[in-house]
């Protein structure tokens, strides 16, 4: 067999090209004979080379299959362009895969019946089409829901794992619609369908319903099935992935959040200060630590002062932006960055909603608490010059210090300038 058939016109060898430079396989054919075929495919079908294969495409036909190559003179001789033409060929040693090919009749000018195939393999996905079929233990013991419809999405048949986890009966679905049992918020049930079909496989997370009215969330995989050209049903098969979801729910909150109090962890907090600084926006930066915290251990006992920071949290929670950053540094030590500040007068404003958040005792079964925290902030000016967020931390940090030497004096500064000022002096609640 040669590279090009030689009856080739040399605008045929243009259509032939244009469409064969990307195709990894494919088949030309003339009058059944084969004119040419990608390397990769005499590899696939066993053959050490072109001139090993049969001249005519009728003898990679197993004979088995006889109904291939009646379907497929019927395809050439009809001029039709066919996708997802499923092909199966023999090739040395008896060999059978399986291809899905683009079906493209070519013009002549010599009335020559030309086709070209420009496929791809797909003997595995057919083999696990056939193990997933309604009669086989696979279907019936797959321990995910397996959904058979017909092209319009109708149900045809049901594996048991899918009656288990929703509670319909068989009965109840067969001839209903899969959409009335599984949807995408705000998605179109038909145009979910063409994608589907249009593809050669979709994977989608859906909510899924059970017939008591819950729901649960649903990893759905569709296969579009297809016999010689034609959708003839289509494969869904679903995961419950609610429970895998709440557990990277709680691995994402222990990664992110502190358990005690629900502030950033360290880590992630140094991240989203980075974040801040890079804004171009003024910001200001809080540095806040219980006063006495080891006494309250002393008096009390480790459950009493983890409530006290549990409540403690919640209030400044309640007491300032919802744009503002709460950042468990360590032990009773916390970071608050108040993004979008206007100019220095504006700590004044924050740190009055920090310092409201202690006004009050805190109720606890063991009777009220007087709690005092120490305070010391930093205000940043973007663009006055490169903004180091460890050298913000460190700055508000020392006037902490200051403030807690104070005994109730809170102390800020201007990051860049040697400039610090007590911004209030609050009464011990």
Not at 225 to 241: M, S
Request: glycine letters at 6%.
């Amino acid at each position: 067999m040669s590279d090009i058939h030689p009856a080739l016109s040399g605008e045929l060898l243009e259509q032939q090209v244009e469409c064969f430079k990307k195709a990894s396989l494919y088949l030309l054919i003339i009058n059944n004979h084969i004119a040419d075929t990608s390397d990769k495919l005499v590899e696939l079908l066993g053959y050490k080379s072109k001139q090993e294969m049969p001249q005519l495409f009728p003898l990679l036909i197993p004979c088995e299959h006889p109904k291939e190559f009646l379907v497929y003179h019927k395809l050439v001789s009809e001029h039709h362009n066919r996708e997802n033409f499923d092909l199966k060929l023999v090739g040395a040693e008896q060999k059978i895969i399986t291809l899905r090919f683009m079906a493209k009749p070519l013009l002549s000018t010599n009335s020559d019946c030309v086709v070209m195939l420009v496929g791809e393999d797909v003997t595995y996905q057919h083999k696990k089409l056939d193990d997933l079929s309604e009669s086989s233990s696979l279907f019936k013991f797959n321990p995910y829901s397996i959904i058979i419809t017909d092209p319009q999405g109708i149900i045809c048949k049901v594996n048991p794992k899918f009656v288990k986890k929703t509670q319909y009966l068989e009965d109840e679905i067969l001839g209903r619609s899969i959409f009335d049992f599984k949807h995408i918020p705000g998605a179109d049930a038909e145009a979910i369908l063409k994608i589907i079909i249009h593809q050669k496989d979709y994977r989608a997370e859906f909510i899924s319903m059970r017939k008591d009215g819950m729901e649960f969330d649903e990893d759905l995989y569709a296969i579009p099935v297809y016999e010689y050209g034609e959708l003839t049903r289509i494969l869904f098969i679903g995961e419950d992935v609610s429970m895998k979801k709440q557990i990277m729910h709680n691995l994402e909150q222990k990664a992110y959040y502190d358990d005690l109090t629900g502030f950033y962890r360290k880590e992630v907090g140094y991240s989203l200060l980075y974040e801040v600084c890079d804004s171009e926006k003024n910001f200001g930066l809080f540095f806040l630590d219980y006063r006495s915290f080891k006494k309250i251990n002393e008096d009390f006992n480790d459950q009493v002062a983890d409530k006290v920071l549990k409540i403690g949290s919640e209030r400044l929670r309640q007491a300032m932006r919802q744009q503002d950053i709460f950042i468990r540094w360590q032990g009773d030590e916390f970071i608050i960055i108040a993004p979008n500040l206007n100019d220095i007068d504006d700590m004044q404003v924050v740190a009055d909603k920090i310092m409201s958040a202690f006004h009050l005792p805190f109720i606890m079964e063991e009777g009220p608490i007087g709690i005092h925290v120490d305070l010391g902030g930093c205000y940043c000016q973007v663009g006055k010059g490169p903004v180091v967020a460890r050298a913000i931390i460190k700055l508000a940090h020392g006037n902490m210090h200051i403030s807690k030497q104070g005994e109730l004096l809170i102390c800020t500064s201007i990051y860049g300038r040697d400039e610090s000022r007590a911004i209030r002096q609050y009464q011990s609640p």
